[in-house]
């Protein structure tokens, strides 16, 4: 069974739509995150909640933005996307902090196309 | 600045083949190191973690290795399978709540 499951898989939006992407989890894990990956390139953190508590890496355009309503869900709103913002985006969730060993997992991610 | 590289790049291999896939780190203070396996289009799946106390791994047919010492770490495959065509990322973990560091991936093809 899915624990993380990221909607839509692909997602087309036009240069300066607002767009949103989702994320749920069955794990009732405390961390989950978001990820921007481009072509043949490392994932990279744009932003984490802990509980509530957001965290938003200083890298992170101010285009990008995140709410997490409850434990379950996180969204990752981009306000007016670029076609630099083309690109994957992956959820992910751990119990606890990655310095304390815990398990990070992944969703399948979603594709998302600036036209 | 902490840094996490990958060899090769890229890899070719016959089917049935054992390899193995490089990763050298610079993070410190070190807490842990993953690898993970990324198919195209999907999410990373974690294979193993190790700790600094670990030298080695296994899960199946892939085995990482550590070297706290050298900062090294390795993961062989053994009797490759087709299946195991994907991306697969060195991630580290500098001790202390700040990010992970990916490393770029070697991407592995297994042709029959």
């Known amino acids: 069974d899915a624990m993380v499951i990221q909607n839509p898989r692909y997602q087309v939006t036009q240069f300066g739509k607002p767009v949103t992407l989702s994320c749920s989890q069955t794990l009732n894990h405390n961390v989950m995150y978001w990820y921007q990956q481009k072509s043949s390139q490392a994932p990279k953190l744009l932003f984490h909640?802990?509980?509530?508590?957001?965290?938003n890496e200083a890298d992170t355009p101010d285009n990008f933005q995140s709410r997490r309503p409850n434990t379950s869900f996180c969204f990752l709103d981009i306000r007016s996307p670029g076609l630099g913002d083309a690109a994957m985006y992956l959820c992910?969730?751990?119990?606890?902090?990655?310095?304390?060993?815990?398990?990070?997992?992944f969703g399948p991610g979603t594709r998302l196309t600036v036209t | 600045k902490n840094q996490v590289e990958q060899s090769p790049q890229s890899l070719i291999i016959l089917e049935g083949k054992n390899c193995t896939l490089q990763?050298?780190?610079?993070?410190?203070?070190?807490?842990?190191l993953r690898w993970y396996k990324q198919d195209t289009g999907r999410g990373p799946v974690s294979l193993t973690i190790?700790?600094?106390?670990?030298n080695t791994k296994s899960n199946g047919r892939y085995t990482a290795t550590l070297d706290a010492d050298t900062k090294q770490s390795s993961l062989h495959i053994t009797a490759s399978q087709l299946s195991d065509s994907a991306s697969y990322i060195c991630v580290v973990s500098e001790a202390g709540n700040t990010p992970l560091v990916f490393g770029k991936g070697t991407r592995l093809s297994v042709i029959a």
């Open positions: 190790m700790t600094f106390s670990e």
């Open positions: 992910a969730t751990s119990r606890d902090h990655w310095a304390k060993n815990y398990e990070q997992y």
């Open positions: 990763c050298n780190y610079t993070v410190s203070p070190f807490s842990n």
């Open positions: 909640y802990y509980d509530k508590d957001f965290n």
